[in-house]
């Protein structure tokens, strides 16, 4: 008998769970010198004379007259990792990171992880210390990297900069309404209009309230405080009567 929708998600979030639990406990059950040996076995063959725990490094390894190649061994990342590691550059521009293949921050947020690596200049290793030979992925080299400008996302930002009126956010807060964005000033407004005149046409709202994009404002309705009484005729719905009076500081500025 094939399985439910309900029954199907219950199965797949319950082997989520265990597959976590699995890799939390397989974490904890190993040490950072589990993952020495396959990593020894792999530098070996691309030519590197290694030796452990050489001054303050896990991994210390040498091939003719190149940099020294440092490793650090981690069972998972964190920042204090990622200090320790940045450290280690000023001993050797080839600097990396292993941790076992299970590591939950590459399992979660891999991307982030890799972006981070990149930008620090640190190489990251996954190793599998089951396997005694091919259990070492090389996920990323150290090199210098400078990420890309997007011109999109910045003239998105220094637009909304420029177009938003006074600073009616505080930083780092986190408010109820939401972030007061210059499109919200830009329907504060209307909304203020509509709420001393009434219903009044778009045309005549984007003309007093300076709003040249008026009619798509309460026409879109993103914040629910507008609503069409006739045909080009707007007026406040209630819950943009009751909202609108919580935005007194931003009031103030327009």
């Known amino acids: 008998m094939p399985l439910s929708i309900l029954q199907l998600n219950c199965c797949c979030k319950k082997l989520a769970t265990e597959y976590s639990v ?10 950072e010198s589990d993952l020495y040996p396959p990593l020894k076995t792999y530098l070996q063959a691309q030519g590197y004379d290694i030796k452990g725990e050489v001054g303050q490094c896990d991994v210390f390894a040498r ?35 292993g941790v076992p293949r299970q590591c939950s921050a590459l399992i979660k947020k891999r991307k982030a992880v890799l972006k981070l690596f990149r930008l620090l200049g640190i190489g990251l290793l996954t190793i599998d210390p089951d396997r005694s030979s091919g259990g070492v992925s090389v996920l990323l080299d150290p090199g210098d990297y400078r990420p890309r ?8 930002l220094l637009r909304e900069f ?22 919200r000033q830009s329907a504060i407004r209307i909304a203020l209009l509509l709420r001393d005149q009434g219903p009044t046409r778009a045309s005549l709202v984007a003309q ?8 798509d404002i309460m026409y879109r309705n993103h914040y629910g405080w507008f609503e069409p009484v006739s045909r080009g005729v707007y007026q406040l719905t209630p819950r943009g009567v009751a909202e ?10 327009l």
């Open 22 to 31: 699995r890799i939390r406990f397989t974490c904890l059950a190993m040490n």
């Open 63 to 97: 091939r003719g007259n190149e940099q020294p190649l440092i490793v650090e061994l981690k069972l998972s990342l964190n920042l204090s990792v990622i200090l320790q590691v940045v450290d280690r550059l000023s001993l050797s521009p080839t600097v990396y990171v």
């Open 149 to 156: 400008i997007s011109k999109q996302k910045q003239s998105r």
């Open 162 to 183: 420029e177009q938003r009126v006074g600073d009616p956010n505080q930083g780092g807060s986190v408010t109820r309404g939401g972030v007061v964005t210059a499109y």
């Open 208 to 215: 007093q309230s300076e709003e040249k994009k008026a009619r």
């Open 244 to 253: 609108l009076e919580s935005y007194v500081k931003t009031l103030d500025q």
